[in-house]
């Protein structure tokens, strides 16, 4: 699973820190770490009592659903017995059908050259996730629950710093806690056909790559074109919505998907406020906004090479209404600030189509499946008179198990595209002719035409090393090419330099418990 920064350039982003909040994460942190060393005391002075103890099997409790998605790696295989149990907390739970997740992805970023300015940040997210099999617990047939929330801390280096579309990090979103998918799922006709209903996100099941997940930047799980293009970007991360999904699996290799969403998760609002900011907690629980529907068949099969592949194809609707990039309402060019009443013309809803592939293309002998190369490559298309990206395009390769004694290390090299719509280059254009136009006041010069936005583009380049199973360190590279689609600086007064090709490097540890 992936996680996107939502606030960028067209969602915005700001900080909602301040001085009082800052003081209660100050006093939260001063908690923490208290406990951790009490804690650390205590494994010290228990360590001796514990001896025989650690001689066990350390326990990892099952997902509920391992037979859908095996669950993490967790550092409690590492961990005393004691600790990596709950103090046997977990195993009694598990028996029960009660699992839990805690997770914390921590990164530090530098922008070293371009965008809209140079300087480094923090970005954390602590998230807890609770899933129960009903079965297990109550008899419930083919029932289950999943709940998630996260503490979002620290502040983006996109919205802060780079002032790019694609963003540099899956976690970036404004400092909060917030609860984010809620749902019931039942499975029926033995196991072939599931619906969930509840607070979903789109980007858990929907466009999603498995070769893409390696990777930091948050174009590579919810695209940037649906993140641009959809109201407050979507039903993804750190935004979902109520929602209700069915999925068909005729065969074990063949799935098709279908989800009715709630068209605007955080609602409408001040354009220029954060979306995020009118849903902070996420319980807003909306369902009164326009529906946007997602619809994707998925089909595993193998390759004539024996090795295995994955085929999605599917699209979108919106049924909302959604200004035109270049046109008012009045006929006129948007542009022409003088005589158009600068009121865009509304287009009744809007769609996409998108294609993503999974292939491996070389498998390590005696080692695990998984080991090898794989490549994946997605594509999007939308309609250009109403979005600000209508072509969108990634591929990126991964090789897993090539260093020598660590075979669970990966490195991955992945590129993306995203194209500024022909209608939005074109309303850029006649800002340009009119800013050329002689001036009606005597010797006055004409002005001088600002840049016209065209695509943006992002490289990364990445390794994932494991220290433990369940604890990763991950540095990262990306070169982000035309931030913003080619956007003025907004540091040059005459607002006619574009920003620059930025240069970010960062770390991110991730520790699974």
Not at 90 to 107: D, H
Not at 364 to 381: C, E, L, N
Not at 485 to 492: F, T
Request: net charge negative.
């Amino acid at each position: 699973m992936t996680f996107d920064q939502i606030s960028l350039g067209e969602n915005g982003i700001g900080s909602t820190g301040s001085g009082k909040g800052d003081g209660r994460f100050g006093r939260k942190r001063g908690t923490l770490a208290r406990f951790a060393a009490a804690l650390l005391l205590a494994t010290c002075v228990s360590a001796p009592l514990t001896a025989a103890w650690a001689q066990q099997e350390p326990f990892a409790a099952p997902s509920p659903r391992e037979e859908e998605s095996p669950s993490e790696p967790s550092i409690a295989t590492s961990l005393p017995p004691w600790l990596g149990t709950t103090f046997g907390l977990r195993p009694w739970l598990a028996s029960m059908g009660i699992t839990y997740q805690l997770k914390q992805i921590s990164e530090g970023w530098r922008n070293s050259q371009g965008g809209e300015k140079l300087g480094n940040t923090y970005v954390g997210r602590t998230e807890l996730a609770i899933e129960t099999d009903l079965e297990k617990l109550i008899g419930w047939k083919g029932g289950s629950t999943h709940v998630n929330g996260y503490w979002i801390q620290g502040h983006g280096l996109s919205g802060y710093y780079v002032g790019n579309i694609l963003a540099v990090s899956n976690i970036e979103a404004l400092p909060t806690v917030r609860l984010f998918e809620a749902w019931f799922e039942q499975k029926l006709f033995n196991d072939t056909t599931s619906i969930r209903i509840g607070q979903l996100a789109a980007d858990s099941e929907f466009i999603t790559s498995e070769y893409a997940g390696l990777f930091i930047n948050g174009t590579f799980g919810w695209p940037g074109i649906t993140a641009a293009d959809l109201p407050s970007g979507g039903p993804a991360y750190p935004l979902a919505t109520p929602a209700v999904r069915l999925k068909f699996s005729p065969t074990p290799q063949t799935s098709f998907l279908v989800a009715v969403f709630n068209g605007d998760p955080a609602g409408p609002g001040d354009p220029d406020q954060d979306p995020q900011l009118r849903d902070k907690y996420g319980v807003n629980f909306r369902v009164q906004d326009p529906p946007f529907v997602m619809g994707e068949g998925q089909f595993k099969y193998t390759a004539v090479t024996g090795l295995p592949g994955t085929l999605k194809f599917g699209g979108w609707y919106h049924f909302d209404s959604f200004d035109d990039q270049r046109f008012g309402a009045d006929g006129r060019l948007l542009a022409d600030e003088e005589n158009s009443n600068g009121i865009p013309v509304r287009h009744r809803s809007n769609s996409g189509i998108y294609g993503v592939i999974d292939q491996q293309l070389f498998r390590i002998a005696g080692m695990a499946d998984d080991k090898g190369v794989g490549v994946f490559a997605r594509a999007s298309a939308s309609p250009s008179n109403r979005n600000l990206i209508d072509l969108y395009f990634d591929a990126g390769l991964t090789f897993t198990g090539f260093v020598p004694y660590r075979p669970d290390d990966s490195f991955g090299v992945a590129f993306g595209y995203a194209r500024i719509s022909k209608v939005a280059q074109a309303f850029d254009r006649d800002v340009a002719y009119f800013a050329t136009l002689p001036p009606e006041e005597e010797g006055a010069l004409p002005g001088l035409p600002p840049p016209i936005r065209n695509y943006e583009a992002v490289l990364e380049v990445t390794y994932q090393a494991q220290i433990v199973p369940g604890w990763t360190i991950q540095p990262d590279f990306q070169y982000i090419i035309n931030p913003g689609g080619h956007v003025a600086d907004p540091a040059d007064p005459d607002g006619l330099r574009p920003l620059r090709n930025a240069l970010v490097f960062g770390v991110r540890t991730t520790v699974n418990y």
